[in-house]
């Protein structure tokens, strides 16, 4: 499987960036789809997930009312709406998969990712 993620750039603080990420290669009967994130000198830690089956998802408390994760399955491929942004958002944002229907927030948990896209946010 490989994850292509796209769609990053800078913003002023209260702006707004939509990420992309397209996976390709193996497909599979149910899976989940995330976003994850890595500021400078920080652990990297989870953003959002959605399953691809039904749309299910699960958001850090800090982003659930600013962040929109969703998924065209037809595409394979899933998008981070990020609004109201704020230079603590600063990061590089990571897609991820894993096999399953269920929801996880543990970076260890997910199998494929993608490289990863640098999101900066200006004060």
């Known amino acids: 499987v490989q994850l292509q993620a796209s769609g990053g750039g800078l913003v002023q603080a209260g702006g707004s960036l939509r990420l992309s990420c397209a996976a390709s290669g193996r497909t599979f009967s149910s899976a989940v789809m995330a976003w994850f994130r890595q500021a400078p000198g920080k652990e990297r830690e989870f953003v959002a997930a959605i399953t691809m089956t039904i749309g299910s998802t699960y958001y850090l408390d800090s982003v659930k009312d600013r962040f929109t994760i969703s998924i065209d399955n037809a595409k394979d491929t899933v998008y981070l709406q990020m609004n109201n942004l704020k230079p603590d958002d600063t990061a590089v944002y990571f897609c991820?998969?894993?096999?399953?229907?269920?929801?996880?927030?543990?970076?260890?948990?997910?199998?494929?990712w993608g490289q990863g896209t640098l999101v900066t946010v200006s004060s």
């Open positions: 991820a998969l894993k096999s399953g229907r269920l929801i996880g927030s543990v970076r260890t948990g997910y199998t494929y």
